[in-house]
């Protein structure tokens, strides 16, 4: 099940990719899920295009990568007027392979900087993002989607989207099928995954409520029509998922991937901001145990990363009981 695709003559050997999560998918993260076997690629989290230019790339969390983290896409935050060309540039100048555009996010504060879902909707600005990101960028080119505002005419408008991102000339689409309003409410609407198919001739990469091998499995009718999918909160929650993904369960020393995922962050960031990333780790990570709300209140509170690590020491030498059914469901 999705082994391998190629996008644009980029063959990726399995198909399986780690979403972008901002606050998680940062380099720490990364080198953690490389060491763990990786995937097939992984978006870093999404990145202002403003800033990406005053980013120190050997430095920081956000854009430093390292040779074990496999094929990255460097999500952009983007709207109209950025300095796209400096922006690109400086990409390509750094080695970066890959490029994707976010037009999913509906937070409030991306929206007010007209990126993300604002750019989505606005046809004229897109286009001309679009048009510049192609012209800038020679690239692996894609664009993260949701499906629009949930209104009488989404499809249309939708689909005079995804034509125009073709038109541009992008490689492939991300589609996670639910509406801006959703949020993460509801489930993903994966069943309209083969009508998105019969608008575009991009390949798709399917995201959303995906959680590993099984639910591919029971989603597989509506994902025959992807190339590829995208597993965000559930790979937190298991880095190993994509490694263990044809083979027999692994055993998990669960206590040593927190704890490596520390040791990164610590290394990767400085000392408030590991605290916090770990914290956010935490909550995803507990999602593995039986009392992980627990866990999770625990780090939370923590008033630094030593404690943060003492406390993991006092709830891993408990040996916590593992849930044989894990969800993100609310997370
Ligand atoms: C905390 C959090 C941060 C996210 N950050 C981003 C982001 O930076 N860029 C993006 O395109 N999507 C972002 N997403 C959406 C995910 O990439 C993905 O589309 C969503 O979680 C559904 O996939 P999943 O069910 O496998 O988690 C984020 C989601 C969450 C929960």
Redesign the pocket.
């Known amino acids: 099940m999705f082994e391998q695709c190629t996008i644009r003559g980029v063959q990726f050997v399995s198909a399986r990719f780690l979403?972008?999560?901002?606050?998680?998918?940062h380099s720490a993260f990364r080198r953690l899920l490389g060491e763990l076997g990786g995937c097939g690629a992984l978006?870093t989290?999404?990145l202002d295009a403003r800033q990406v230019i005053a980013e120190d790339f050997r430095k920081s969390p956000w854009v430093k990568r390292r040779p074990s983290d496999g094929f990255t896409f460097y999500?952009l935050?983007a709207r109209a007027g950025d300095p796209l060309d400096r922006v690109l540039g400086l990409l390509a100048a750094q080695g970066v392979e890959a490029v994707?555009l976010?037009l999913?996010?509906d937070a409030f504060s991306i929206r007010a900087c007209e990126a993300?879902s604002s750019l989505f909707e606005d046809l004229a600005a897109l286009a001309r993002v679009a048009r510049e990101s192609r012209r800038h960028w020679p690239g692996l080119l894609t664009a993260?989607v949701?499906l629009g505002r949930q209104r009488p005419d989404w499809e249309i408008r939708f689909a005079e989207r995804l034509r125009l991102l073709e038109d541009a000339g992008f490689d492939a689409l991300?589609v996670?099928p639910?509406f801006f309003e959703d949020k993460?409410r509801r489930r993903?609407r994966l069943e309209l995954l083969p009508w998105v198919a019969t608008q575009t001739r991009l390949p798709l990469i399917a995201?959303?409520?995906?959680?590993g091998v099984e639910s591919v499995a029971a989603h597989l009718p509506c994902l025959e029509s992807a190339s590829g999918i995208?597993?965000?909160?559930?790979?937190i929650v298991c880095p190993w998922l994509f490694a263990c993904w044809d083979g027999a369960p692994r055993e998990v020393d669960h206590a040593a991937v927190w704890g490596r995922l520390c040791d990164y962050v610590a290394e990767d960031f400085p000392a408030a901001a590991a605290l916090r990333r770990v914290q956010?780790f935490t909550k995803y990570f507990a999602a593995n145990f039986a009392f992980g709300h627990r866990f999770r209140v625990e780090i939370a509170n923590a008033p630094n990363l030593e404690q943060a690590r003492e406390r993991a020491h006092e709830f891993f030498a408990r040996s916590p009981q593992m849930l044989a059914h894990r969800t993100?469901a609310g997370?």
């Open positions: 979403a972008p999560m901002a606050g998680y998918t978006w989290e999404m999500q935050m994707d976010n999913a996010c993300g993260k949701r991300v996670h639910r993460f993903a995201n959303g409520d995906l959680a995208m597993i965000g909160r559930m790979a956010m993100v997370l």
